[in-house]
């Protein structure tokens, strides 16, 4: 069965305190990438990556960073999380270099 | 101007009735168009893709293209309830280290009985 896992699935914590959340999928893609999706403002791109050692900034990269060590792996890094990246996360894996399997997301509360 | 705009609805038809949603973008140098759905309290799946002008059919979904006009649509025919989600309009842009995604803030629909 095709799967794209996140972990966690809720995080409430305080700012400051770094925090991953990873995304694991059995799919074998190239492509996966992080968004976030806010009331009002859409799910919005955070980072990219087209393989293993590639990868790019989306529309909203500032405060996250990322690492695409091996092909099943993405995991999306706060380092010095802010009241600000409340949000809820969407991790994404696709071929032909689209997203075409989302995650079951990440709720994260950052207090 | 925001990269990708759909009316946020809601939208309302009835069951058996055609669902017309509507998403334009900014960029003419865009080149993939994608409509996923959204049910509430789930993630996004995907639909329909769509690369070049006119028309694509998969069952009772259709998408439009029109790169002239910077406009894509998506017609749904015999709307059913179970139809009733939030749809995404999301447009593809090419750079040279890969694809960057725009979304639209999704259009709800809601298909009475």
């Known amino acids: 069965e095709a799967q794209v896992t996140q972990n966690p699935r809720y995080l409430i914590t305080v700012t400051g305190k770094k925090l991953t959340v990873t995304c694991s999928q059995n799919m074998n893609h190239e492509y996966m990438s992080w968004y976030r999706q806010d009331p009002g403002l859409g799910l919005r791109q955070i980072y990219y990556s087209m393989n293993v050692e590639v990868t790019d900034k989306g529309d909203v990269p500032e405060g996250y960073k990322v690492s695409r060590k091996e092909k099943r792996n993405f995991p999306l890094i706060l380092e010095s999380p802010s009241p600000n990246q409340t949000s809820l996360y969407f991790c994404?894996?696709?071929?032909?270099?689209?997203?075409?399997?989302f995650g079951d997301g990440t709720r994260l509360s950052i207090l | 101007q925001k990269e990708v705009e759909q009316n946020s609805g809601p939208l309302s038809v009835p069951e058996g009735a055609i669902a017309s949603l509507n998403c334009t973008y900014s960029d003419r140098g865009s080149q993939s168009f994608f409509w996923y759905r959204q049910y509430s309290g789930k993630s996004p799946e995907l639909i329909m893709s769509i690369y070049s002008n006119g028309d694509k059919e998969d069952g009772r979904f259709t998408a439009q293209l029109n790169k002239a006009s910077q406009y894509v649509s998506l017609l749904i025919r015999d709307s059913q309830p179970s139809d009733s989600a939030t749809y995404l309009c999301a447009v593809k842009r090419k750079r040279d280290t890969g694809n960057q995604f725009y979304f639209g803030t999704g259009t709800s629909l809601t298909v009475i009985p």
């Open positions: 994404a894996t696709g071929y032909s270099n689209q997203p075409q399997h």
